[in-house]
């Protein structure tokens, strides 16, 4: 499982604007190959939303499931926010989820049957039957 940590502000290349979810896994301990001791770390990565900002702060705290996996990826620079070093990275980190759910449209058909089916069931369930 994967917590929602925290949200940022972002704009795309046609200039609107939208939030992005920074979203993070559980610890990790990790062997530093500088000093060859073991320091505490998590995972983290951010995904798109259509979410606005109320619901953003709202979300943080949440679970989701899934993951967040390592990828190669072309070289870039990052700049270390709390010393100013410049390193060159080739990884990054994104999110994969754990059960591929594809969103399907439900047709006025499927809804019908699905009331039709649900009617019949109480209407004939001891319980719910009048």
């Known amino acids: 499982m994967l917590r929602i940590v925290n949200f940022k502000e972002r704009e795309s290349d046609d200039g609107s604007t939208f939030f992005a979810l920074t979203i993070q896994g559980g610890v990790e301990l990790v062997k530093s190959n500088a000093t060859g001791n073991f320091y505490a770390t998590a995972r983290k990565t951010s995904i798109t939303s259509t979410f606005d900002e109320e619901t953003c702060k709202a979300?943080?705290?949440?679970?989701?499931?899934?993951?967040?996996?390592?990828?190669?990826?072309?070289?870039?620079?990052?700049?270390?926010?709390?010393?100013?070093?410049?390193?060159?990275?080739?990884?990054?980190?994104?999110?994969?989820?754990?059960?591929?759910?594809?969103?399907?449209?439900?047709?006025?058909?499927?809804?019908?049957?699905?009331?039709?089916?649900?009617?019949?069931?109480?209407?004939?369930?001891?319980?719910?039957?009048?």
């Open 59 to 130: 979300l943080i705290g949440s679970q989701i499931p899934g993951k967040i996996v390592k990828r190669e990826c072309e070289p870039y620079t990052f700049t270390i926010k709390e010393t100013g070093e410049i390193i060159e990275l080739s990884h990054r980190y994104e999110y994969i989820s754990e059960a591929p759910s594809e969103r399907e449209d439900m047709s006025d058909s499927t809804i019908d049957d699905f009331v039709l089916t649900e009617s019949a069931q109480e209407k004939n369930h001891p319980l719910l039957a009048s």
